[in-house]
């Protein structure tokens, strides 16, 4: 399992993020490509290094230019827009399936927050600063560099907040702004005595949407460390955030092993449903997948009346089972949901690439005890190769499929 740890001593901010997870090996490149994919234009991204008491960091830029051809730094004030208009343009976007699901997941713990603390339904927040053009590509690169680097755990320090206060679109607001704080409830934090915002409403957002679970670094077999830069100088330690990239292990007696199995808390939440088309339960499933749900499916069954109707189950992490939760009861008849736990048991995952004659296919690995048990031709993969070469899924598949075996028998 490959595991992401960000060691947030600084804080961490969305310009932070991008920039620590470009200095850990992520392409610049790929991330200016795919943000090209998005409706979006008048600005330019800049990357440099720069030194913060003695660490060498990566400093990530949204320049914006306005109409006066001006150009104007990272976190200015610019347009502002609502929340269901950047989902909007998010779905419309041809980025990956994957991509749309972290941002929408980003965007939405923000979304939730401000509509909470303004007193007004989600569909009407109104975003300011996150809103703006530099903010959507903080939050949209940092999900093009997540699945660049195929990370499966996410695992965080106790995040610093700062103290002091801030300048934002409705006027001086104590640090930690009201939105951060919001978000961040049920996640660990530490205070500190530096007058400074350390953690930014975007900066949670990645947090409370993206990690998995908080402590101490985890057992692992490092594979990158990177270092993301913030724009302020701090007085006495480094303003930088920290990622360290691994694969999980454990330490026994005779030495580092891969863990051959997990066992995670996963919330399982149930309704039954007897008056709803089919053409709307669609929807919902592909809406709860959006929403970070970790399976959802629907069992026959009758109720009250022997009326046909399903069962609506959906797995999901505590991280994402309030946002589920909502979603079934906005989007469904349902007039109560059930909540319960249950823990599961995992085995670790990998994805290589294998080298086909439509291309390169990712594979899906299902690991035990140190050994390859199965292996499954990525879907989105097979499909896009099938369509561009006009074969046959099951023949693309197939090749995929012996090509990862022949590469786990050493042939």
């Given at each position: ?33 795919e943000l090209k994919k998005l409706p979006l234009s008048g600005y330019e991204l800049q990357w ?346 099951l023949d693309v598949y197939a090749e995929a499929a012996e090509e990862a075996r022949r590469r786990?028998?050493?042939?």
């Open positions: 399992m490959k595991i992401l740890y960000l060691d947030c001593f600084s804080g961490i901010s969305g310009d932070m993020m991008v920039g620590a997870l470009v200095d850990a090996g992520v392409p610049s490149e790929k991330i200016e490509t440099g290094k720069v030194v913060k008491k003695g660490i060498s960091a990566t400093k990530f830029d949204v320049i914006i230019q306005d109409n006066m051809g001006d150009d104007h730094h990272h976190k200015s004030h610019h347009a502002h827009r609502h929340y269901s208009d950047i989902i909007n343009m998010i779905h419309r976007s041809e980025l990956s399936e994957e991509v749309k699901q972290r941002v929408e997941q980003i965007f939405h713990c923000i979304a939730i927050a401000e509509a909470k603390i303004h007193g007004i339904p989600i569909e009407k927040v109104h975003f300011h600063e996150v809103g703006a053009v530099d903010s959507i590509v903080d939050i949209v690169a940092t999900a093009i560099a997540l699945t660049e680097l195929h990370i499966d755990y996410v695992v965080s320090s106790p995040v610093p907040l700062g103290c002091g206060s801030i300048r934002c679109a409705h006027g001086v607001y104590p640090v930690p702004a009201p939105a951060t704080l919001e978000i961040l409830q049920g996640v660990p934090v530490v205070s500190n005595h530096l007058p400074f915002e350390l953690t930014t409403p975007t900066g949670a957002g990645i947090i409370k949407s993206q990690v998995n679970s908080y402590g101490p670094i985890p057992s692992m077999k490092i594979s990158a460390v990177g270092y993301g830069a913030g724009t302020r100088d701090l007085p006495d330690q480094p303003n930088v955030l920290r990622v360290v990239i691994g694969e999980e292990v454990r330490i026994t007696t005779g030495g580092p092993q891969l863990f051959h199995s997990k066992e995670e808390t996963v919330y399982i939440l149930e309704c039954q449903l007897d008056d709803m088309p089919g053409e709307a339960l669609g929807y919902v499933m592909d809406g709860l997948f959006e929403k970070g749900a970790l399976d959802v499916f629907y069992t026959p069954v009758f109720m009250k009346k022997n009326r046909p109707g399903v069962l609506l189950t959906v797995l999901t992490s505590e991280t994402h089972v309030e946002q589920c939760a909502q979603f079934v009861l906005k989007e469904t008849t349902t007039l109560g949901i059930r909540k319960d736990t249950c823990v599961r048991e995992v085995l670790e995952r990998d994805v290589v690439t294998v080298s086909t004659s439509y291309g390169n296919i990712r594979v899906k690995q299902a690991i035990h005890k140190g050994k390859v048990i199965r292996q499954m031709p990525e879907y989105e993969d097979v499909k896009e190769a099938a369509r561009t070469h006009q074969a046959a899924f786990v028998k050493g042939e």
